[in-house]
């Protein structure tokens, strides 16, 4: 069995103000084919057809919280999908308050939206189910800005055991008693004798998950909502040297986001969220790799797969 | 005397679907160091920056109508411009709904702007006079969109007339008296004999004037409104071919952006407002020329010098 799809885009990387080289906050994560948008700074719909991203196959939008860098961009995507003919209803999950912003927005520009457009509040003060499919699940996470924010984690649900084919060949068993190994029981074969679940099937892939975590100031019961995340993004707005603008602005340092991966015991770390008063990147991941060596720069365009 | 500049730039020429090359509307006029932001869909303030343009310069923002695709740049501009220290106050020309709409997205934000931001009402009935300087004089116009729309008219205000100072060295002549002659009037010298005025001065440099027309159906009436303009820009948003969809979504065509042209005696005619079904825009010149010659294509990053 081939795996199926873990991958990440990087849409934008810049704190508040955009650079001439980085566009606000905006994520493209594809699940199984599933393609979820994470948060939507200003000129991600130019940067989805940049990086020749699925337009219209993104059906949830996940808005971490209101400051304009991480939405700015919503009414546009929102508008273009309508303009390209899109039909097929499109999820917003975000603060409450978003959703009247949008509607004033359509309201005045007299504009209706061709496809169903649903919104599903998020809350910022405990980890939240608030997506489920039968391959994926997404939970909403509360995090510590100056305003409510949620980080999201995304993960695989566990897929079905592995049946060994060529031992199952040489067994005589029913269709009924194979759908018990694959869900980990034991199973009876036509001749009454009872096959060990473990004899015969092997553990699948290990379910795969990813953390989202900006905008926000380091706080350690973080990292039990996203222990042991094959990928987390955190944001490190500033270098060290800025701790206390970090603490003062609710941000976090590079440093404090490598502790923060090696607290949850991350396997990968990705830095973003960069302030536009920093040229070069390399001192974010000098800084953050001394702490915890894997990590990597969340530069536009590229893509982590899992 | 050295001209005062009068320059337009282009930021975004595309309908309302941005195109992998074309940003939304947005334009930048500058009227003896007067720096006029005209229209700004998304990622206007990537575009400022893309073009080297004087970002905290623009004081006076003038937005036609509420389509998104001509100001979902504002809310993200506004922010830059507090981020980056401003603390001049902005003005901002648009419809009422506007104000109420960037209140909501800051009251969600919690963003406080450090410097006063004050919004001037337009309405889109008849043409009115909505900023004055001691150089410059801007009017909104009535254009016919699917939703209220103005169009906007700069002007300089006439330029005092030039004395011929090789003349004037040879008479005895008062302050008071120069005042006189540079105001078109006779004055008299200290001997008592009167000067004509067409005598020692000379025409001042014409007013210059330029032409926002975005987005409207082509109607005979606006020709008044712009007479003698020095430089139109006329939204195209189709070619000839389409001109029932033009008709129907109460946009023009590049030929009958030309026949506004020929009609107010326009002295050069710029396009602009393509939509993204047309990759290649040399049909509109080819259409647009064969009417009115004197046209060119609002490409991103000209500059179109009066």
């Known amino acids: 069995m081939s795996k199926q799809a873990f991958e990440l885009l990087i849409l934008g990387s810049s704190a508040a103000t955009p650079t001439a080289n980085r566009n606000p906050t905006a994520q493209l994560l594809n699940i199984a084919e599933r ?86 509040y998020t809350q910022s003060t405990s980890k939240q189910l608030i997506y489920e499919d039968e391959k994926v699940e997404v939970f909403s996470l509360p995090l510590k800005h100056r305003i409510a924010t949620t980080g999201y984690l995304f993960r695989e649900k566990p897929l079905p055991r592995n049946i060994d084919k060529y031992k199952l060949e040489k067994l005589n068993v029913s269709f009924a008693e194979i759908h018990k190994l694959k869900i980990g029981m034991d199973a009876i074969d036509n001749f009454g004798n009872t096959i060990k679940n473990s004899d015969l099937t092997m553990e699948p892939p290990a379910s795969r998950s990813y953390a989202f975590c900006s905008d926000t100031k380091f706080f350690e019961e973080l990292a039990n909502d996203i222990k042991g995340v094959d990928l987390l993004y955190h944001e490190s ?43 070069n990147l390399e001192e974010f991941l000098i800084e953050a790799q001394s702490i915890y060596p894997h990590t990597e720069l969340a530069v536009e365009g590229l893509v982590f797969s899992i």
Not at 76 to 88: D, E, T, V
């Open 35 to 120: 393609f979820f948008l994470i948060d939507c700074g200003e000129g991600t719909q130019m940067q989805i057809r940049k990086y020749k991203a699925r337009f219209q196959s993104i059906n949830h939008i996940f808005i971490s919280h209101l400051h304009g860098d991480h939405f700015y961009g919503l009414p546009g995507l929102l508008a273009s999908m309508h303009l390209l003919g899109r039909i097929n209803e499109l999820v917003i999950y975000g603060p409450k308050e978003l959703e009247e912003i949008i509607h004033l927005i359509h309201k005045h520009s007299d504009t209706y939206l061709n496809y169903p457009l649903k919104f599903v």
């Open 237 to 279: 707005t500033f270098l060290d040297e800025k701790k206390d603008r970090a603490k003062q602005t609710f941000h976090s340092t590079a440093k404090q986001a490598a502790e923060m991966a090696a607290l949850s015991k991350a396997k990968k770390l990705i830095l973003g969220h960069f302030s536009a008063r920093y040229g």
